[in-house]
């Protein structure tokens, strides 16, 4: 590969939070601080115009990666740099306009992340007054009217507040707002969980088409291993607070290295390749749950569950090595000890559809 | 088939201020003993409203308008409070998606396996206290002794739907109604609770209606699926054929628009545009006629009954050509 354009570059990116008791308390118990280990050194860069997605289960701290990169939280240590600034650095609002203008965010709940009061209209002009990109006027209308047709929605939808809207539409409205300001990227924290299957459809589709339109690049968060597969080019795979698997989207999905990794892809019902009934219950599960981030396990956080680990797994944590474009951090792949991974046996047409 | 369930042309109406609104029309469906009916359709569809009606725990606004519900022959919609709250829980038991709303957070779990036991079943106390700590164990739960004695807050979110399940299962009902009861869960632990449902299920011949939106769980564990649209059926059939050929066009766009595993990044989803029309404006003729890409002129008046199309039946004009002799084809 190339050189790619680097628009985002993550290094060792750690976030703690202190979830201590209050200091009397804590002296009255005599207990001493408790931290949260959100993120743990995680490591990833994005280039420009692809897509990157951040997958795990819930409390694996993918959000916690996309609120650090979106400056909504200060990492405890590692850097975020985009287009080559370092994003903790800003001292004053002042200074982190142009970064901000560049960098949109799309949530999860377009019924939470619309402000109720305000037309559509006013909802997307506001960054791009905000941002002193137009003054108010008939420049500024056409915009929005154009804007509001890049997501597919009329002209007059302007007007309509957002109640009047359903919810694939309002994803739409946020959408447009993130676009506003033309942002070279934008961070998409499970942007279609709350939506039904076939307006998902659509807003992946838009999502897809903007991307290749614009050139925009996108950090994906999402527990959807399917949506995952659908639009990312490189996927980061976490497990309490770091990356296990990271790399080109299609190895990673086709020959996972991780055992979590391997898990979590056999775990995730595919209607396309059903196995109700007879030969379901011989796929392999996940077994346990995922540990509190409070007191993670010692050496590699995935040994609790993980059916390949020894006594070696219990001590050390994994440092990541190379496999062909991935990078995976476990001792059993690098001692071999792994067995190539099966896909379900009753799931052949995979490997043949990829052919 | 000796039906277990027997759902015909169910109606449930909201009186909303200045008019009556029609959650669900026209339903009608049976689950056999022992089997697992999944049923699917998009968020005010009707399928969380024909399962609070089966349970008879529809509240105002909405009320049954028409239509008959015999649960093992015998009808139970004009069942009343105390006869109604008996067959509740006893036969019928119920799992929802949020554990926290199932389970009293002032009880440990013990207490509440013992008292729905002791409510429905009169025996021992302590025999009941000995059978929860079975079914503790039977669910998965670990160190079940213990756990007895344990808060629902104390617990994961996995581990409470497991009690869910477990008093859902402690006076074996013959039909459990579980609605989108892995929705709040993670992929790993959804799985795991999806086996013990079916493993519970197969062992003690228990009927399941299991309400959902996500068509993966339908393919992992139903024998049938239902698919709703617009508060009416518009196919149902054998889950292993409606997810390789659906007949209903809403059902295929469906299965369509779900990304899959399987690669193929070059292509959009097809997605079926617009969405799906509310209670609070109807459509004429076949619901699904406004977004279908087979609409034909009858569709716009007409609405499309319930007919055998195949192994399935579907509410489709086009459902009616299904047959293999049909003159016209379906090119």
Same mark, same amino acid.
Request: charge should be negative.
């Given at each position: 590969m190339s050189t790619p354009d680097i628009i985002l570059s993550v290094d060792h990116l750690t976030v703690r939070f202190d979830?201590?008791?209050?200091l009397v308390s804590r002296l009255l118990a005599g207990t001493g601080r408790r931290t949260v280990?959100?993120?743990?050194?995680v490591d990833f860069e994005i280039a420009r115009g692809t897509t990157f997605a951040l997958v795990g289960e819930?409390?694996?701290?993918k959000s916690t990666v996309a609120r650090t990169i979106a400056s909504l939280q200060r990492p405890t240590a590692g850097s975020v740099s985009f287009m080559g600034v370092d994003?903790?650095?800003?001292?004053t609002r002042h200074a982190a306009m142009p970064y901000r203008r560049n960098l949109q965010m799309i949530f999860q709940d377009p019924y939470a992340s $619309?402000?109720?009061?305000?037309?559509v209209g006013r909802i997307i002009a506001e960054p791009i007054v905000t941002h002193g990109l137009l003054a108010r006027g008939p420049a500024l209308d056409r915009r929005i009217d154009e804007l509001l047709a890049t997501v597919g $929605?009329?002209?007059?939808?302007?007007?309509?507040?957002?109640?009047?809207?359903s919810g694939g539409q309002r994803q739409r409205i946020s959408i447009a707002r993130a676009l506003a300001s033309n942002p070279a990227f934008i961070v998409c924290d499970e942007?279609?969980?709350?939506?039904?299957v076939s307006v998902q459809a659509q807003i992946l589709n838009l999502m897809r088409r903007l991307q290749r339109e614009l050139g925009l690049s996108y950090l994906l968060i999402s527990h959807n291993l399917a949506v995952v597969a659908h639009m990312a080019d490189s996927i980061g795979v976490m497990y309490l607070g770091r990356l296990v698997e990271r790399g080109d989207a299609a190895q990673i999905l086709d020959t996972p290295q991780h055992p979590y990794t391997r898990l979590l892809l056999n775990t995730v019902p595919d209607p396309h390749a059903p196995r109700a009934? $007879?030969?379901?219950?011989a796929r392999p599960r996940l077994s346990g749950e995922v540990p509190s981030p409070l007191s993670p396990p010692s050496g590699c956080a995935f040994h609790p569950r993980c059916?390949?680990?020894n006594a070696r797994c219990t001590r050390e944590i994994p440092a990541p090595i190379a496999v062909g474009r991935t990078w995976v951090a476990c001792h059993a792949v690098e001692e071999a000890r792994l067995p190539p991974f099966a896909p379900?046996?009753?799931? $052949?047409t995979r490997s043949g559809d990829a052919a | 088939m000796s039906a277990l369930l027997e759902v015909q042309n169910l109606r449930v109406e909201i009186a909303a201020r200045t008019r009556t609104l029609v959650a669900i029309d026209d339903v009608s469906f049976s689950i056999a003993a022992g089997e697992i009916l999944g049923m699917v359709g998009e968020s005010g569809a009707g399928k969380s409203v024909t399962g609070t009606a089966i349970l008879g725990l529809l509240e105002h606004p909405a009320y049954l308008a028409s239509g008959r519900i015999l649960f093992a022959g015998a009808r139970i919609d004009d069942l009343r409070g105390e006869k109604m709250r008996a067959l509740r829980g006893r036969h019928i038991a119920a799992v929802f998606q949020d554990p926290l709303t199932s389970?009293?957070?002032?009880?440990?779990i013990g207490q509440q396996l013992v008292e729905t036991m002791l409510t429905h079943l009169p025996q021992p106390h302590l025999q009941a206290v000995a059978r929860a700590e079975q079914l503790l164990a039977e669910v998965g739960i670990p160190a079940p002794r213990e756990r007895?004695?344990?808060?629902?807050?104390?617990?994961s979110g996995g581990m409470r739907q497991r009690v869910v399940l477990a008093l859902a299962f402690c006076c074996e009902p013959r039909l459990i109604i579980a609605d989108?009861?892995?929705?709040?869960?993670?992929v790993s632990i959804q799985a795991q609770v999806l086996d013990l449902l079916k493993r519970m299920c197969r062992e003690r011949g228990t009927a399941v209606m299991l309400v959902t939106h996500d068509m993966g769980v339908i393919a992992e564990t139903a024998d049938r699926v239902a698919v709703m649209y617009a508060g009416r059926l518009v196919e149902i059939g054998p889950t292993a054929e409606l997810l390789r050929a659906a007949v209903h066009p809403y059902s295929r766009g469906l299965m369509a628009s779900i990304p899959t595993?399987?690669?193929?990044?070059d292509d959009d989803l097809l997605h079926i545009p617009g969405s799906m029309p509310r209670p609070d404006a109807p459509v004429a003729g076949c619901a699904f006629h406004p977004r279908?890409?087979?609409?034909?002129?009858r569709c716009l008046t007409e609405r499309p009954p319930l007919v055998a199309a195949g192994p399935a039946r579907a509410a489709c004009w086009l459902a009616e050509d299904f047959a293999p002799t049909s003159p016209e084809g379906r090119a």
């Open positions: 979830a201590s008791q209050p280990h959100a993120v743990e050194e819930s409390g694996c701290g994003v903790a650095g800003f001292r $619309l402000n109720p009061r305000w037309q $929605l009329a002209p007059d939808d302007a007007r309509k507040f957002p109640h009047q809207f942007p279609t969980s709350a939506l039904d009934g $007879l030969s379901a219950g059916p390949f680990a379900n046996p009753d799931d $052949l | 389970l009293d957070p002032l009880m440990t007895l004695d344990s808060y629902p807050h104390e617990l989108e009861p892995t929705t709040a869960l993670d595993m399987r690669r193929r990044r279908c890409p087979q609409v034909m002129a």
